[in-house]
């Protein structure tokens, strides 16, 4: 059974201090793996999508990596407006449709 | 970009009754549209998988009789709550896909759902 685990559950961070996510799975045949961002009350926002181990996409202070058993966002010199919580998901097997969501992170930055 | 608008954005019903909530893709046509159920400080779970002009995929445990789906268009996806009860109290979300099978999905904005 495919499985995404995701760490820690939660993460406080002050303005400016850079940290990473975990997203660690086990699946077979990864197709893809997507990272999303939810504010309370609205559905998740599309991020990044990573398609092999090796690589790397970056937008504005966040940047996704892929391994073959995890990815990390990094989030660099944060912002309160990063405040949200953050979701891993895969899509796997051959004829996957679907994704499975970790249960997030939730990030709160405080200026 | 890609719209997926749903709509109500929240409901409070009655015990027993029904309630129908409306996806819809805005800008695109999707042959495939899903529906997710979030509880409160819980990660997205798979309801369904909605086909246009065909029947539903259930996942395994979700009651079809009680979670009624139509993908009666290429930008229309519905699902209906039957007779309600508090434990279907929930955030339901509906996605879909622009492109290609392992293309990003791109989610409604939920449904609040309140039964009282």
């Known amino acids: 059974e495919d499985q995404v685990t995701q760490s820690p559950e939660a993460l406080r961070l002050q303005e400016g201090e850079s940290s990473s996510l975990n997203c660690s799975y086990t699946?077979?045949?990864?197709?893809?793996l997507f990272w999303y961002r939810q504010d309370p009350g609205k559905g998740p926002e599309f991020l990044f999508t990573?398609?092999?181990a090796g690589e790397e996409k970056e937008k504005e202070r966040l940047k996704a990596t892929l391994t073959k058993k995890e990815s990390f966002l990094h989030i660099t010199a944060p912002k309160p407006e990063d405040s949200a919580t953050y979701l891993c998901a895969v899509q796997a097997g051959q004829y996957g449709n679907k994704l499975v969501f970790g249960a997030g992170t939730i990030l709160r930055v405080k200026s | 970009g890609a719209v997926v608008s749903q709509h109500p954005s929240w409901v409070i019903c009655k015990s027993g009754t029904s309630v129908k909530i409306e996806c819809r893709s805005l800008d695109f046509q999707a042959t495939t549209m899903f529906w997710y159920r979030q509880f409160p400080k819980q990660s997205l779970m798979l309801m369904a998988t909605s086909n246009e002009g065909s029947k539903a995929t259930y996942e395994q445990g979700v009651e079809k009789d009680k979670f009624l789906i139509n993908h009666a268009s290429l930008t229309l996806s519905t699902l209906t709550v039957t007779s309600a009860h508090p434990e279907d109290s929930s955030f339901y979300i509906c996605?879909?896909?622009?492109?290609?099978?392992?293309?990003?999905?791109?989610f409604g904005n939920g449904t609040r759902l309140t039964v009282t």
């Open positions: 996605s879909a896909r622009t492109g290609k099978s392992n293309s990003p999905l791109h």
């Open positions: 990573l398609y092999s």
């Open positions: 699946v077979s045949g990864l197709r893809g």
